[in-house]
């Protein structure tokens, strides 16, 4: 069996003196993927900050193809991970080919803009699209500077939330053929329909798991009062 | 679509003809002098103000990247008011040690503009860029205040500091003062531009960048220690001029675009282009009353601020 991408154990993280995320554990190998699904404020950001090495604080375990990131240093451990923020934001205002030349990339860039529909859209500064295309040029960039999928980690935290029906349907296939690259993709979501095409979902409340199995196991009625509450 | 690294080359044209100008004006009328030895008199005036633009300029695109806020600028954050508090310690209090030791200027004036970005990091950490902003601005008035205490204490300092405070110092440069700050401007400058690669992951957030391996806190410490010494380099040439660090950058980015690579370049490009056409036009344009750089300056750069300002937000 592959190495595992990712390996959390037990993993805590304490914020501004409260729990938000709450013994979590969980393996993702090569070519594996996982949506994780919650209420607002259940901790699905905070997990895939902590995994992605932002929170130096969490306590637990965290192995990202065998190194630590609160440890390992953010070069050794940004090396094969892709993280893609809920709200994605840039200081400046580049046109969409100047924000994929951050990726220093030209040709994966170029094929991550094109899927995601924004060829037309190259020579526009970001503050002059909708907040959808924004969203997708970003999320462009964030695959651009991913490189080669077998082996890398892919957190995704809600990447399809403001995207039009046709956009979202690309970020959909598109996470399915990473990780049938070998990506280990961990996506945050609140659309439960995408959530059932993964082979497993994670159901977070108040910081912890309170489902994780496949979707049958875990998009039903029981874990729905769980996570949103309601009867 | 922005001209990108073809400005970059024109821009780079532009200035060296805008150099050879100033070699040839002056208050003594148009021309290079017998045997060019007015433009030699007037070469290290020019190598100053192209020094002390090119470090102001990067220095100003620099911290602006690091705060990821257009209103940063060494000379608003306290990093030029801790240069000049520096200087005038030294100048105020061991002006003997100060004209006798060549080092000694730019060492103080280093000192006092690490001492002041170390204390805005200190007190502005884990809060917004904007809160940063606010606490330079008082830690500015701060040192300021200071300068002048120290003017008021050294008699024999004094015009000199107030001089000083009013980016005057162009007119005094002489080959024994303008080596070694142009020397360090030159070295600041070149390291600043290595941090490219990194403001650029920064405009993108913090998590982000982190995320994709950037080095947060050593970003940091590189970012301060070398716009201080570029900052601290320029007002040992200048004095205090604020306007050229934050103008260039913007006028930068109007012209290639935000990124980095990019930006950095073209702003020590700008800044020395703005210093040198703000000092020949002060020392030249009108005869025998020369008009000190810092003048010029926000006469031409207010107007044009204002300008590249509201095109860039409407």
């Known amino acids: 069996m592959a190495e595992a991408t990712l390996r959390l154990d037990r993993l805590a993280v304490e914020l501004g003196g409260q729990r938000r995320v709450d013994g979590v554990s969980l393996t993702l190998r090569a070519g594996e993927a996982a949506a994780v699904i919650g209420a607002n404020g259940a901790g699905k950001t905070t997990l895939l900050r902590a995994i992605a090495g932002l929170l130096p604080a969490a306590t637990g375990g965290i192995e990202v193809a065998g190194l630590d990131p609160r440890t390992a240093g953010p070069a050794a451990s940004a090396r094969r991970r892709g993280y893609f923020p809920q709200q994605p934001t840039c200081a400046w205002d580049p046109t969409v080919d100047e924000l994929g030349g951050i990726a220093d990339q030209p040709a994966d860039w170029a094929r991550w803009r094109d899927r995601l529909a924004l060829t037309a859209l190259a020579t526009r500064p970001l503050s002059t699209l909708s907040g959808g295309e924004r969203k997708a040029a970003h999320l462009a960039l964030t695959l651009a500077m991913l490189g080669e999928p077998y082996g890398a980690l892919l957190l995704l935290d809600e990447p399809t939330t403001s995207l039009d029906q046709p956009r979202q349907r690309v970020v959909r296939t598109i996470v399915h053929e990473l990780t049938r690259a070998g990506a280990a993709c961990l996506v945050t979501t609140h659309d439960a329909a995408w959530a059932g095409d993964f082979p497993r979902v994670l159901a977070l409340a108040e910081g912890r798991v309170v489902a994780d199995g496949t979707p049958a196991q875990v998009l039903n009625a029981d874990v729905g009062r769980a996570v949103w509450g309601g009867p | ?314």
Do not use: K
């Open chain 2, 1 to 314: 679509m922005r001209p990108g690294r073809g400005a970059l080359v024109a821009g780079l044209g532009l200035l060296a003809l805008l150099a050879g100008g100033a070699l040839a004006c002056g208050s003594a009328g148009l021309g290079l002098g017998e045997g060019g030895g007015l433009a030699l008199l007037r070469l290290p005036r020019v190598v100053a103000a192209l020094a002390a633009g090119a470090a102001l300029g990067l220095g100003g695109a620099t911290q602006q990247g690091l705060f990821r806020n257009p209103l940063a600028d060494p000379g608003l954050t306290g990093v030029f008011g801790g240069a000049m508090l520096g200087l005038a310690t030294l100048l105020g209090f061991a002006p003997g040690f100060a004209w006798s030791h060549a080092w000694s200027l730019p060492a103080a004036a280093f000192a006092g503009a690490l001492t002041l970005s170390g204390l805005l990091v200190a007190l502005g950490r884990d809060g917004p860029p904007a809160r940063l902003l606010l606490i330079g601005l008082g830690l500015n008035a701060f040192a300021a205040a200071g300068t002048l205490l120290i003017a008021n204490l050294a008699p024999e300092s004094r015009e000199l500091l107030v001089n000083g405070g009013a980016g005057d110092w162009l007119g005094m440069a002489s080959p024994e003062l303008v080596v070694r700050p142009a020397l360090l401007c030159l070295v600041a400058g070149g390291l600043l531009l290595t941090l490219a690669r990194p403001l650029d992951l920064l405009a993108l957030g913090e998590d982000v960048a982190q995320a994709a391996g950037c080095d947060l806190p050593g970003l940091r410490r590189r970012a301060i220690v070398l716009t201080a010494l570029a900052a601290a380099a320029a007002t040992c040439l200048v004095g205090q001029i604020a306007f050229v660090g934050l103008l260039a950058p913007h006028l930068a980015r109007a012209l290639v675009g935000p990124r980095h690579h990019l930006v950095l370049p073209a702003a020590g490009l700008a800044g020395a282009t703005l210093l040198l056409v703000a000092d020949t036009l002060g020392r030249s344009a009108w005869p025998g009353t020369p008009v000190s750089a810092a003048a010029v300056m926000a006469l031409l750069g207010a107007p044009l601020f204002i300008l590249i300002a509201r095109r860039s937000h409407g």
